[in-house]
Structures are given as C-alpha cells and as structure tokens.
C-alpha cells in the first residue's frame, strides 16, 4: 500500500524585490524624454543635485533652441508617495532631491475618483503644461477618456484652450502627462510641444 503524504502548501513568495532607493520614474525637458539620463544624476546616498540654468547642455542637443525649456520629473523614494519636480532652466539656484529635503511638490490623491469613475481603468497622476501643474477636473476626465476609448479615440490638440488657461503667456510651452492603467504597475509619460496632438506612443503593457 502507497501512502501518499502532501505537503502543507506553502504561501508563494514574490520574486520582485521592493523598490529601494531614489526612484526617477520619468523626467521630460522641453518636450522630450530625458528619464534615463536624468537617472544618471542619482548620487549613492539616493540624492540628486544639479543647477537648472546648466541643464540645456547636460541634456544636449537643445530641444527647443531660443526657447525657455522646463525640467519636470516624477519621483519618489522606495515604494513611497509620488512627488513632482518642475522648474523653468532660468532657475539659478542649486536644486537638491533627497530625503532630507522636502519634496518639491507630492502628488495629492485628488486625481483618484477618476478611477471609481466612467474611466476606472486609467489613473492620471499629474499633468504639467508649461510651469503649472493642471487640476482642472474637466481636463484629467478629457485625458482618461482619451487613453480608455481607444475604438473612439480622436487627436486631442495640446493647446491652451484645451488646459483652459494659459500657464505661461508669450512662450511655447512644453506639456507632461503621467498615467498608468489600473492593471499595471508600470507608470507611463507622455510629453510634446503646444499646438502638437496627443497620439499613440504608449502600451498597455507592463
């Protein structure tokens, strides 16, 4: 007689460690993407340093020349709470991102009832059009619309009256946007110039 003896069942461990450090989730400079570059600031210590006015040729080529640029970056520490960085190139002071400094701008949760909405399968987690973070409730709705419906999906003009205000009189200005999809872990940016269209450049992908 074969007695067969079954083991208890053991929980199953996860095979992705936690997230450690100072994390550089996605950065945008006048209009482009900079992430891995500006990942290559971070210091041992999980700090970053660096001066704006000298950021033009850290990330050469120039992408916008003879225009003001912005540098906009999505962060956190370990598994933390986002925290936003934006700030013009005139910018002369020396900015510091760390642990001890406090953050620049931490992401609120007020953009979450887009989830428990029409649009539940999109989280926009902050959207950036020249030196102003946008909250306008109509504008996030119109974006996770535009990343839920893609069978009605149309181009969307990035321009102010879009934004419902002009953020930055006079200049052309750069816009960010930072999303993920509810099934995701991965957090998505997409970023161009005023008057430019939203289109297609991300991936429900993890």
């Given at each position: 007689m074969t007695v067969i003896v079954k083991s208890e069942k053991q929980p199953a461990q996860s095979s992705v460690a936690p997230a450690q450090g100072l994390q550089v989730l996605a950065?945008?400079?006048?209009?482009?993407?900079?992430?891995?570059k500006i990942r290559e600031l971070i210091q041992d210590d999980d700090s970053m340093t660096f001066r704006m006015n000298q950021m033009v040729h850290y990330l050469a080529p120039d992408p916008?020349?003879?225009?003001?640029?912005?540098?906009?970056i999505l962060y956190r520490f370990d598994d933390g709470p986002l925290s936003l960085f934006n700030a013009t190139e005139q910018h002369s002071r020396t900015v510091q991102i760390s642990r001890v400094t406090a953050p620049i701008m931490a992401i609120q949760q007020s953009e979450d009832g887009l989830k428990q909405g029409p649009?539940?399968?999109?989280?926009i987690l902050a959207v950036v059009y020249g030196k102003k973070r946008i909250q306008t409730p109509s504008v996030l709705a119109d974006l996770a619309r535009f990343f839920t419906h893609e069978e009605q999906r149309s181009q969307i003009r990035m321009v102010n009256?879009?934004?419902k205000e002009d953020t930055w009189p006079n200049t052309w200005k750069s816009w960010t946007i930072f999303f993920k999809f509810t099934d995701s872990k991965r957090i998505q940016c997409v970023t161009g110039l005023e008057n430019g269209a939203l289109e297609l450049p991300w991936s429900r992908r993890d």
């Amino acid at each position: 007689m074969t007695v067969i003896v079954k083991s208890e069942k053991q929980p199953a461990q996860s095979s992705v460690a936690p997230a450690q450090g100072l994390q550089v989730l996605a950065a945008t400079f006048g209009g482009v993407n900079v992430t891995e570059k500006i990942r290559e600031l971070i210091q041992d210590d999980d700090s970053m340093t660096f001066r704006m006015n000298q950021m033009v040729h850290y990330l050469a080529p120039d992408p916008l020349p003879n225009w003001v640029k912005t540098l906009t970056i999505l962060y956190r520490f370990d598994d933390g709470p986002l925290s936003l960085f934006n700030a013009t190139e005139q910018h002369s002071r020396t900015v510091q991102i760390s642990r001890v400094t406090a953050p620049i701008m931490a992401i609120q949760q007020s953009e979450d009832g887009l989830k428990q909405g029409p649009f539940a399968d999109v989280e926009i987690l902050a959207v950036v059009y020249g030196k102003k973070r946008i909250q306008t409730p109509s504008v996030l709705a119109d974006l996770a619309r535009f990343f839920t419906h893609e069978e009605q999906r149309s181009q969307i003009r990035m321009v102010n009256s879009f934004f419902k205000e002009d953020t930055w009189p006079n200049t052309w200005k750069s816009w960010t946007i930072f999303f993920k999809f509810t099934d995701s872990k991965r957090i998505q940016c997409v970023t161009g110039l005023e008057n430019g269209a939203l289109e297609l450049p991300w991936s429900r992908r993890d």
